[in-house]
C-alpha cells in the first residue's frame, strides 16, 4: 500500500457558508439579503426550497463545532452574512449579529479549531440590491465599511481572513444568466460587476489590515481547468476566451495587477468603467489565496455569443469519465493545473484550497452512511496536492467542501455536499463515512491509497 502524506502544519479543514447553513433569515435584528428575496419570490429555486430555517446552524452552532472537535478538524471556514452584522447594508450596525459569530468564533478556539473567515459569500443586503448592487461603484466602499466593522470585531482572535468567495460565480450566474441571485439578465451589466467587485475586494483587504495588525489576508477563486471540445483552431481560441473571462479576468487584477490583454482587446466596445488607479487599487498585496476547485470544463466555438463567440459544454460527456450528482466530471489533476497556474503565471502566492469536494445521492441505512464514492474522490483529488506539493507550490492547508449537507443555491436541498449527513425533518446530524475517514487524515496527516 502506498501512503500519502503531508507536512505537520497542514491545516486540515472543512468549509461551509452563512446562506447556505445558518437559517434564522429574519432573526435577532437581521436584514433582508438577495437570496432571502430571490429564494421567496423566484420559481428558479429546485422544490421552491429556501434558506430560511436550512441546517439551523444558527442555533446549532455549539452542537456542530462539537462534531467538528469530536471529528479532529484543525479549521473551519465560514462565510459572515453581511445583512447580519449590517440589515440596511451600511450605517447601522446589528450588535446581536456580531454576538452570533463571535460566540461561534469562541467556540471554535476553545475547541482548537482555526477559524477562518469568508466576508462574502454571496448574500448581499437586500437594501443594497435596491441601490443597484455590485453594479454601483459605490460598493466597494460600502463593502469596505462592512469589512472594518467586521475585522474590528473579529480581528483580535480570527487570523484567516478572505474578501470573495468565487467572484466569477456570483457574477455570472447572478448578472449573466440569472440562476443566482438577484437574478439579472445583462451581459452590460455583467463588466462593471465584476471591475466593482475586484475594487470591493480591495477596499476590503485595506479595512481588514487597518484593524487588525495580524491579520493574514486573501481572497477565494475558483479555477476551473477550461479544456476546448476539439482540437480544433476555433475551439482552442474559446477555450482561452473562456479563461479570460471565468479564470484570468479575476486572478489577474488582484494578483499581478492587471486585466488580461486579450480580453481588453475584445471587451473594447464596452467601454468598461476602469478608472486610473483602479488597478494598483485592485492589486493589494495578499498573504495568501484560496483555490476553490472542483473539476474541468470543456467550451467550444459559437458564433452566435457576442465579441466572446465561446460557449461551456455542460452536456458534454466522456465515454469513460465518472461523474457526480452534479453531473460534475471526477478528474482530480483539474486540481493540480490549477494549483500550478499560481507558480507558473501569478506569482508563485501561498495557497489554501478553500474548497473541493462532491454531492454524491447519499442514504442512511441502519444509522450509517456509506460514502465510498466520496472517499475515493477525495483521494484522488489530494493525492494531485500532493504532487502540486512535490513541484514547489506553497499549499498550506484543504478545506473540504463541505462540513454538513445543506442549502445548494439553484438546486435547493437536493445534493448532499456534506461528509456530515443532515436529516431536515430532525436537524439530526450523522458523520458519514467520509467524515470518519477524513478524521483519520486530519489527526495522522495521511491517507493509505
Ligand atoms: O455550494 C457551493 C459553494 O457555495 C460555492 N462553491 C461551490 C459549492 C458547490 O457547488
Request: charged share 25%; glycine share 8%; net charge negative.
Amino acid at each position: 500500500m502506498t501512503r500519502v502524506s503531508f507536512p505537520d502544519d497542514f491545516l486540515w479543514g472543512t468549509a461551509a457558508a452563512s446562506y447556505q447553513i445558518e437559517g434564522a433569515w429574519d432573526e435577532d435584528g437581521k436584514g433582508e439579503s438577495i437570496w432571502d428575496r430571490f429564494t421567496h419570490t423566484s420559481s428558479k429555486i429546485k422544490h421552491g426550497d429556501t434558506g430560511d430555517v436550512a441546517c439551523d446552524h444558527y442555533h446549532r452552532f455549539q452542537e456542530d463545532v462539537a462534531l467538528m472537535r469530536e471529528l479532529k478538524f484543525k479549521a473551519y471556514r465560514f462565510s459572515i452574512s453581511w445583512p447580519r452584522i449590517m440589515p440596511q447594508g451600511k450605517g447601522k450596525v446589528n450588535q446581536k449579529g456580531l454576538d452570533f459569530y463571535s460566540r461561534l468564533v469562541d467556540a471554535l478556539l476553545d475547541s482548537g479549531i482555526t477559524p477562518l473567515v469568508t466576508l462574502y459569500h454571496w448574500d448581499l443586503p437586500q437594501a443594497l440590491q435596491e441601490k443597484d448592487g455590485w453594479a454601483n461603484r459605490d460598493i466597494a466602499r460600502w463593502f469596505g465599511d462592512y469589512a472594518s466593522i467586521t475585522a474590528r470585531h473579529l480581528g483580535n482572535r480570527v487570523k484567516l481572513w478572505t474578501t470573495m468567495n468565487e467572484p466569477q460565480i456570483f457574477s455570472t450566474l447572478g448578472y449573466l444568466i440569472g440562476e443566482h441571485a438577484p437574478g439579472i439578465i445583462d451581459p452590460l451589466k455583467y463588466f462593471p460587476v465584476s471591475h466593482h467587485i475586484n475594487l470591493a475586494h480591495a477596499e476590503g483587504v485595506v479595512a481588514i489590515r487597518a484593524e487588525s495588525s495580524t491579520a493574514q489576508v486573501g481572497t477565494v477563486l475558483q479555477l476551473p481547468p477550461i479544456y476546448p471540445r476539439t482540437d480544433s483552431e476555433q475551439d482552442q481560441r474559446a477555450a482561452r476566451i473562456m479563461d479570460g473571462l471565468l479564470n484570468r479576468w479575476y486572478a489577474e487584477p488582484v494578483l499581478i495587477g492587471s486585466y488580461p490583454e486579450d480580453m481588453l482587446e475584445i471587451l473594447k466596445p464596452l467601454n468598461l468603467p476602469i478608472e486610473e488607479g483602479d488597478l494598483e487599487r485592485i492589486h493589494q498585496p495578499l498573504d495568501f489565496v484560496g483555490l476553490n476547485c472542483y473539476t474541468r470544463i470543456f467550451v467550444h466555438h459559437d458564433k452566435n455569443v457576442p465579441m466572446l463567440e465561446a460557449m461551456i459544454d455542460l452536456e458534454h460527456r466522456l465515454p469513460d469519465a465518472r461523474y457526480t450528482a452534479m453531473g460534475w466530471e471526477i478528474y482530480p489533476p483539474a486540481l493540480y493545473e490549477s494549483l500550478m497556474r499560481f507558480k507558473n503565471e501569478w506569482g508563485d502566492p501561498p495557497v489554501y484550497v478553500t474548497e473541493n469536494g462532491a454531492a454524491f445521492d447519499d442514504e442512511v441505512v441502519n444509522g450509517e452512511v456509506d460514502d465510498q464514492p466520496r472517499i475515493d474522490y477525495l483521494k484522488g483529488y489530494l493525492r494531485e496536492v500532493r504532487r502540486a506539493l512535490d513541484e514547489g507550490i506553497k499549499v498550506k492547508g484543504y478545506f473540504l467542501w463541505s462540513f454538513m449537507d445543506n442549502f445548494e443555491w439553484a438546486f435547493g436541498y437536493t445534493k448532499r455536499f456534506g461528509i456530515v449527513h443532515i436529516d431536515l425533518n430532525t436537524q439530526k446530524r450523522t458523520p458519514k463515512k467520509s467524515a470518519l475517514w477524513y478524521r483519520e487524515l486530519s489527526e495522522n496527516g495521511g491517507f493509505e491509497l
